[in-house]
């Protein structure tokens, strides 16, 4: 039932910016909290940025100040803004979402239920 689909991934150079999209549709988009992960070859999947209904936003230390999560509820879709990019940031970054309390307060993925497909991020030096 819901679906999660993200874009706007591709190849960049350091100090370049991205901006990566997340369609949602099938649930109450804006009861969900919403947030972007990163998974790198060979390495767990990480917690990256959080939105919470009220707009309330989390990020992890290693992108505080260079990426910006943001929604537009009325497209049902979710942003991750990312400037300053650096090749550490490379991974695949997916999308996900969850109606439950604790989505809205861990960046852990074991919180989350609901996940896009991911889009591919690559950066060179």
């Known amino acids: 039932q819901v679906q999660l689909v993200e874009s706007g991934g591709g190849s960049a150079q350091a100090g370049w910016s991205l901006r990566l999209s997340c369609s949602a549709s099938?649930?109450?988009?804006?009861?969900?909290?919403m947030g972007w992960f990163r998974q790198a070859p060979g390495k767990e999947r990480e917690g990256v940025a959080r939105i919470v209904h009220d707009g309330t936003t989390t990020y992890a230390d290693s992108v505080k100040g260079r990426f910006t999560i943001s929604k537009d509820n009325a497209k049902n879709t979710l942003y991750l803004q990312m400037n300053s990019l650096k090749p550490e940031d490379s991974a695949m970054y997916y999308c996900?979402?969850?109606?439950?309390?604790?989505?809205?307060?861990?960046?852990?993925?074991?919180?989350?239920?609901?996940w896009g497909q991911g889009t591919q991020v690559t950066v060179s030096s």
């Open positions: 996900a979402a969850d109606k439950r309390w604790r989505a809205c307060t861990t960046l852990a993925a074991s919180s989350f239920d609901y």
């Open positions: 099938g649930y109450t988009y804006s009861r969900y909290c």
